[in-house]
């Protein structure tokens, strides 16, 4: 019988990265030709998404990424060259700094991420302190906590509640990031509520439509297979999570593996293997799965079989300044 390959439907892309990467697109398009200053034609804070091959493929087009808003040039906020936030979202203060110089903001934020950052401002207005799950350092945990620093308490696991006071007629919510494990998150929450019973829930999870999808197909996949192989990079968050959400129903059988292409592909992982589960995290374009399944058959994994969980059917609009503008050929 030949090796087989089981991939997870649905896997990769989700609404909120592809608007973010066509919003850049759809700019990088409509700057056309070079510039007669050298400018380049858009600046992009940070990773538009997180996902190394996007990021070097909007480069070559003309994108130029920074780090902070301090290494865009004045003469480029001068001359009106937009500036990109990404799909994770940023602080106030990063908004000031642009308003300040006068930068023309293009604002790629997923709208998921925005609804975040508004419940913070909603129930910081009703006088709520919030306990924000997410990870220390991440672009979106970033932006989220800068709402109001002094309000928003982030945790990372359920073994941080204890560093947590909060007196018995503190009004408190929890709020979460996009694309955390919905298992481990339970477990934190389950810990929160066991030390702080009052603690409300937002009205729906903050977890996103993308993530929890992901991981429930990869929950299947992992259990029909003996090894995984996560296609994303290791800065994405919800990459890193399916490889863990993987791992745990792989359990004691088999490995499951994150690579940013075929090529990180050690050979020696599919020795003995039958069957290898394939998913790629929400920043990751398709063309680098199907290197992995091409990688794979070469193996001798010639089956291909896929276990569709869900159809998804979202899609976000560009963000209003771009919506005019024509569409990138895709
Ligand atoms: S993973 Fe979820 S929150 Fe993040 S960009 Fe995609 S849809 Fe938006």
């Not at 300040?100 to 609804?115: F, I, N, Q, Y």
């Not at 690579?259 to 293997?273: H, I, L």
Request: hydrophobic share 45%; net charge negative; charged share 25%.
């Amino acid at each position: 019988m030949a090796k087989r390959i089981v991939l997870a439907d649905p896997r990769g892309f989700c609404a909120g990265v592809d608007r973010a990467i066509l919003t850049v697109q759809t700019i990088l398009k409509a700057a056309g030709s070079l510039r007669e200053d050298g400018l380049p034609p858009v600046y992009v804070r940070r990773q538009i998404v997180h996902n190394r091959h996007v990021v070097e493929d909007l480069a070559a087009q003309g994108a130029v990424f920074v780090q902070e808003l301090a290494e865009v040039p004045d003469a480029a906020a001068k001359a009106g060259i937009p500036i990109v936030f990404s799909a994770h979202g940023v602080s106030p203060t990063v908004k000031a700094e642009a308003a300040a110089r006068g930068m023309h903001v293009v604002d790629a934020t997923c709208p998921l991420v925005s609804k975040v950052h508004r419940e913070v401002l909603r129930f910081v207005k009703e006088g709520y302190e919030i306990v924000y799950i997410g990870h220390k350092g991440h672009d979106e945990a970033v932006g989220v906590v800068g709402e109001n620093p002094e309000h928003v308490h982030l945790i990372e696991h359920a073994g941080d509640v204890d560093s947590l006071d909060f007196a018995p007629d503190t009004k408190l919510v929890l709020l979460s990031q996009t694309t955390l494990s919905i298992d481990e998150t339970a477990g934190t929450i389950a810990a929160l509520k066991a030390r702080f019973p009052w603690i409300k829930e937002p009205p729906s999870s903050d977890i996103c439509y993308a993530t929890s999808n992901r991981q429930a197909a990869v929950k299947l996949v992992a259990e029909r297979s003996d090894c995984v192989v996560i296609v994303g990079s290791a800065n994405s968050s919800n990459s890193v999570r399916l490889m863990e959400v993987a791992q745990d129903a792989l359990g004691e059988r088999g490995v499951a593996h994150r690579v940013d292409d075929a090529g990180e592909m050690d050979p020696s992982w599919f020795d003995g293997v039958e069957a290898v589960g394939v998913s790629s995290g929400a920043s990751v374009p398709d063309e680098l799965v199907s290197g992995v399944i091409a990688s794979l058959r070469d193996r001798g994994f010639t089956d291909v079989t896929s276990v569709e969980t869900i159809k998804e059917n979202m899609h976000f609009v560009l963000p209003a300044e771009l919506r005019r503008q024509p569409s990138p050929a895709r």
